[in-house]
């Protein structure tokens, strides 16, 4: 057998054993965020978390601007809840638009606003992981609820950053949002 022969078996059998999803849509064919969009919102990770803050907040009643959120995620992204319960720690990894509906159910009917206290923003190349820290209440003047950290992992595909994964936790006395995350503890 010459070795072009055995070559183009050996690309002919990759080809066969990846899966016809991964053949639509090869490597580069389209951008890792899905469709490309001059939006603000995509140009750096600070203005996508800025994006997302304002998406999630409004008073009681208001409908959320679940499509500008749903644009911010790469295709496959997850929203992943986390809660400290009285048997201990969960987790719920769900899609962008799981997390939407959970949101309307839980929220819809009170006000909800989460704002920013900081961030830190780490990069390299064409990703970045962000640590924002917040704070939530019922109304944007009222008592602060509940604080926590948000870990974003962005990506930019050579045009616009999005959301690969959200994950949240909440502080608690046993664990405190850290110093350099906490204007309160500066």
């Not at 800025?50 to 009643?61: C, D, F, K, T, W």
């Not at 009170?110 to 640590?131: L, M, N, Q, T």
């Amino acid at each position: 057998m010459s070795v072009r022969i055995y070559l183009s078996a050996v690309m002919l059998a990759s080809t066969l054993a990846v899966p016809a999803q991964a053949q639509d849509n090869p490597l580069g064919a389209t951008p890792a965020c899905g469709p490309v969009q001059d939006h603000p919102d995509g140009r750096s990770p600070q203005a996508l978390v800025r994006a997302l803050y304002e998406i999630v907040s409004g008073p009681a009643g208001a409908k959320k601007d679940w499509d500008r959120m749903y644009r911010l995620f790469a295709p496959g992204a997850l929203v992943t809840a986390t809660r400290h319960g009285p048997h201990g720690f969960l987790a719920a990894p769900q899609t962008p638009r799981q997390f939407a509906a959970l949101n309307d159910r839980l929220l819809g009917q009170r006000g909800f606003f989460e704002s920013e206290i900081a961030h830190e923003v780490h990069a390299f190349g064409h990703i970045a992981h962000v640590y924002s820290s917040y704070e939530t209440r019922e109304r944007p003047d009222g008592p602060v609820r509940v604080r926590g950290v948000n870990s974003l992992q962005l990506l930019h595909d050579g045009a616009r950053w999005c959301v690969l994964s959200i994950t949240w936790d909440s502080e608690t006395p046993a664990h405190p949002i850290p110093a350099r995350l906490d204007r309160a503890g500066t």
